[in-house]
């Protein structure tokens, strides 16, 4: 009998709670634009000015300019009813947080709500946020895919409930298999090969290839490309973490002092690229150092010209394209790409762009 | 510790045991030392431990043998790892791991760990800059550093004070409380540098005011490239033999029993010896050839043989009857398979492709694998000979010196075939001279314990002497290493050497570590440090105050934290977000690996220093070794086993509970 | 009013809640003197000491020292007051050495300001000379106090607490745990600090280790006193028999010589 009681006590909990969640989203989906979990600043693509960037603070302009932006009434009208979610493997890192203002562009210029879901590299909260997106009836989930045996699973029983999905920044070989509308990224051993081809050009003869994480399928692709092109020799190697910059740079050190022969660096991350730059000239050696993404602190040394170029993977479009494709197929039912992935890299950065790419990095959109 | 079982026998009568006893209180210096010596010959089931059987249980050696044993590999496999330059490096790594690692032990002995301490670096690096940063968009406060740097340290003892009351208050594993402030922090850099300058990693520039004075004190570098002595090796020899010769005699002192009445015979002995050495050291400064320093080294190895047993002859009583060569089967066994291992190393080094010199030192090559081939069947030989030349000394001193003149021999012939087969020059020249001084050792060593007595008494005259004596030979190394470090001849600089840029980091880290092993050693709160670690209760009952001595040492924890911020700070002049963020751990194992232990109340600042330099050290050495760093982690891996085994061993021979 | 004994408790009784840990106790204990507290498991020597110490307050009666009524609101309290506690489970840090242990919370330091340095040889000598006050000879005070054996342990507590002018000298249980050798070495280390002049309370459940060293009795059974006796009024077969409740404890005695004599008869 008691049992009894505490089951119907549970069913009536579980029942309450499921109306009060279902009553929230519709909530949600009522007051449309202006309650979002986007952050402020994700106004600040038009024109990329700070200034401009920084006194847009409030949700309120941001809905505004989307009114003003939106092609057609009706469009933006069906937009403000639709919620994107946005799961990416983030770590609010440099390269992450432009991905995040891409997303938040997008969807105030679409004037749809969007959702930003960091997994910090841990691809069970990842498979944890899609399934929530799922069940809050998501009207479309971009993702990105470091993981794909743990991720594709969960992407596809999206696509199986009726809800589209791209995919980003990593994931170009599984998004066919998930059904995703799309992949926007860059391909990271055709990045490499560009920057093989870089070094090539500056005839380097023994670059070595620097990685900040051991793990990393993508850090290893862009090493494997660079050794497809480069004409010279490569080392590929771990060189410690982001975290601990003095043990970074001391493994680069050891690593070019243990052979005399290595006149070129790529490291695959900004900070890394940073910490090889300062350990070659720490070992008073002439260093051709080449970079992958940007920091304002990267670009100021390519405009000085101690770094000769950084690939750059755009990533800004990659928070961007997505909710875009997500919102031409649920308004249009248009596809872009014709099932290849779009391509956002690799562009380059070097001493002919890097002054205005710096004052875009320095908004926050490059 | 069979040999120290006891009852309580030895609370013997007091009149029994009173002389020599102020003489014990006078000689101990160090903390930790077990010295069950000084009993007289009154209770037979004490046995008599040396001065390096005590020594050996200092909480630290562990570190200090994985320091050497450390470099010494790293050393031995790369061609550039003993470089200025390399040292430089590894040092520098060292500096703020260390400086942490010291900090982290310390709280670590008082029972309490702090996860935050990892972020707190970045996090009070990152406070600085936003501090002086220009205000611009949104940026810093913009104030001066001179402000700055004083407002961040408190910032950075309010977190330690914060972390402390609320493990008092709580009540709850400090693993917990400083867990959430490790995640309040991370946060807290992440959203602040995002709020207030838009990025995710700030920067600041040299135009900061005040930057002209900060800079040098938290950045300052001696560039070695700039200072010139051409005479430095005149110096640098001069100190590092005098060195050796100390540390030679200081053990002699220690280790043989003292004559009643010094005889001035040995004198005349004593003077060849110490001319020979003198001549050897000219012979090789001033030849060439092959052939001369062959000839050299052979006057060496006589002339300290005849020089210490000449030492011998003036001080120590001499054994009046060594015995003969009695060799048991055991013995024999073991030398047999000990030479026969030996050979087939040196059989497996001829398999050696060593103009590959490239692949040599990659494990997972068939090169490599035979390296480590080699290694293995060397170890293993040596390993048995060594047994052997124990169970030798069971026997008599003249059959130890007789395994150990075979040893000597393996050591040697080793040392040839290594140098006939190898590459570059400094296998050619430095191991092997490295092996021969190895054989000279061993063998010398042997011959004055035959012909002198070894002491199985106390001699406290001797130790003291003797320690003294220690202390300056390794004083006098370390200086000679210094000066070798700090200047360049011309020569070199001719040679294009790769310049080494010493930081001042470095002093930070070698002056934190001296306070800190003061602090934990010669004052009250470093007693009652390790007392609130070993047992808070039994010292919250003679009037320790826990509470507070584990709040200070939170803060010294968050106060390194500062100080390792401001070196990140003033080196990079800017901080990613994600300063720091894991490190922590890193800290830890600097510090288990120095001998912390982990459940409180044992460890020495001295040693968590040791163990940040072994960490160090691997991460560097892995790289010059130019190994595929893939593996780097398993070697890694390797060392904190062996270190904690080592460390559960000296802590249990120093514990070790006689009832 | 009369004069007091240098410790005197009157009527003391403890309550936590409705349960009654102790009723009505009065005993005293003079400079020079031994005063043997006994009782079974649950007797309420616990809570007697834990008054004594400070650690808990009693509910009802009066404790005097040097004539004056006190309460004591902490250990702290009670250890300035002179009152001394050894612990049962020793107030020692095994991994610490002796000299450390000996002076730990009162390091004697050298130095002024917060350049304050301990000053270890005088710690050590002094450790030293104290243990062999007590007929102890530590050889080295540099070793951890986890190398040395449980009567040793206590020795070193009680030598501490006479060092730093304990008056009166609480030990709880000091010999329990040890075996026969090690519980007279302790012993004699109660007879050493007597003639010392402290006052000691000896809390003990082992009328044999009690009896030669104690001046007074105080048996406690379950919470209740059975009565304060001086040396002279009692012998120790009396003291175990009060201890264990007399009656009972002839009849136990009764039924054992029973059951023995059945076992030789068959």
Known sequence: MKKMMRLLALLAAFTLFAAACSSSTADSTATGDDDTETTDDGSSDDGGEE????????????GDDAGDDAPEEVDAAQGSDLTFHMITHS??????????????????????????????????VMVQGI???????????????????????????????????????????????????????????????????????????HVLCGQQEQNNVGLTERCGGLEDTFSGTVTTGFMDLD???????????????????????????????????????????????????????????????????????????????????????????????????????????????????????????? | MSETTMDEGHISNADEAGQGHEATAVATESRETTKSAAAPAADERLAYRSIFQRMFVQPEIGAIIGVIGVWTFFWAVSLNFGTAGQTQNWLDTA????????????????????????????????????????????????????????????????????????????????FIVTLATFFILRGLKLGMSKLLTGQISVTFTDEASGYDFWQPIFAGEWIRNEHIWNSRDIFYLGFAIGGAILLALSMCEMHFVRRETKSAAGFPVLGAGAAGVGVAIFLMHTTDGVNANALAAAVLGVSVLVGLIGLGMWRYEPVESPGGIRLTGKINMRIAIGVALVGAAILASFAIDSDNAETLFFPFTVQGLRVVLMMALGGAGFTLLTWAANLALRVNPTTKLAVSTIMAGAIVAFGFVIRASAEATKFRTELFSVFMFAALGIFVWSVMSVRFKERRSVDDGADALGMKGLGLGIFMLVLAVILRHLFVTQDELDAMVNPARFSVRMLWFFAFTAVMAYLLARTRFGSWTFAVGGNAQASRQVGVPAARTKTQLFMIVSGAAWLVGMLLAFRLSS???????????????????????????????????????????SLVGIQSARWNTDWRFVFLGVILLLAVIANRYIRDQATATRR | MAERALLELENISKFYGNIIALEGVSTKVNAGEVTCVLGDNGAGKSTFIKILAGVHQQSEGSIFLNNEEVMFSSPRDALNGGIATVYQDLAMVPLMSVWRNFFLGAEPTKGF??????????????????????GIDIRDTEQPVGTLSGGERQSVAIARAGYFGAKVLILDEPTSALGVKQSGVVLKRIVEARNQGLAVIFITHNPAHAYPVGDRFLILNRGKSLGSYDKDDITQQELTGLMAGGQELQELQQELEEAISGVKKT
């Open chain 1, 51 to 62: 200034e401009e960037a920084t006194e847009e603070d409030g949700g309120d302009d941001a």
């Open chain 1, 91 to 124: 770590d609010d890192g440099p390269f992450w947080s432009v991905v995040n203002r891409g997303m938040d562009a997008a969807c105030s210029d679409l004037g749809v709500t969007c959702v930003w879901v960091p997994g910090n590299n841990d691809a069970n």
């Open chain 1, 131 to 205: 399934e929530g997106a799922i069940g809050e009836g998501s009207d479309g989930i971009a993702a990105s895919l470091p993981d794909p045996a743990a991720l594709v699973p969960a992407l596809q029983g999206a696509v199986e409930g009726g809800v589209p999905v791209v995919t980003l920044n990593s994931g170009a070989n599984d998004y066919q298999e998930i059904g995703a509308l799309t992949h926007v990224g860059q391909t990271e051993f055709i990045a490499g090969q560009a920057a093989g081809e870089r070094f090539n050009a500056a005839g380097v003869t």
């Open chain 1, 243 to 366: 975290a601990d910059t003095t043990a970074q740079q001391a493994a680069i050190n050891a690593a070019m002092a243990a052979d005399d022969s290595i006149d070129g660096f790529l490291g695959v991350g900004p900070v890394i690229t940073l910490s090889g730059l300062r350990a070659a000239s720490d070992l008073g050696r002439d260093v051709t150092v080449g970079g992958f993404d940007l920091t304002p602190e990267l670009l100021g040394e390519i405009e000085g010209g101690n770094i000769l170029f950084t690939v750059d993977q755009q990533q800004y479009l990659q928070g961007y394209l997505p909710i875009l494709q997500l919102f031409l197929f649920q308004t249009n039912s248009n596809t872009i790409g014709g099932g290849l992935p779009i391509l956002t890299g690799p562009g380059f950065v070097d001493a002919s762009n890097a002054a205005d790419v710096l004052a875009l990095s320095e908004a926050g959109t490059r």
């Open chain 2, 95 to 174: 500096s703020t791991l260390g400086i942490m690692a010291v900090a982290v032990s310390m709280l670590m002995i008082g029972g309490e760990f702090d996860l935050s301490s990892g972020a707190n670096t970045g996090a009070m690096g990152i406070l600085f800059i936003l501090l002086i940063k220009e205000v611009g968009e949104l940026g810093g406060l913009g104030i001066s550093i001179w402000f700055a740097v004083p407002i961040s340290f408190a910032a950075a003892l309010l977190i330690g004070y914060l972390n402390g009351k609320m493990v008092e208050r709580t009540a709850l594993p400090s």
């Open chain 2, 575 to 617: 901080l990613q977000a994600g300063a720091g963020d894991g490190e922590e751990f890193e800290f830890i194992i600097a510090a288990v690996v120095g001998g912390t232990l982990l459940t409180g109340g044992y460890g020495t600042a001295i040693g968590a220093s040791f163990g940040a330099a072994i960490m160090a050290m």
């Open chain 3, 113 to 134: 300001g917060p350049f304050k340095w301990i000053d270890q040889q005088k710690a050590m000598t002094i450790a030293k000379d104290e243990m062999a006050k007590m």
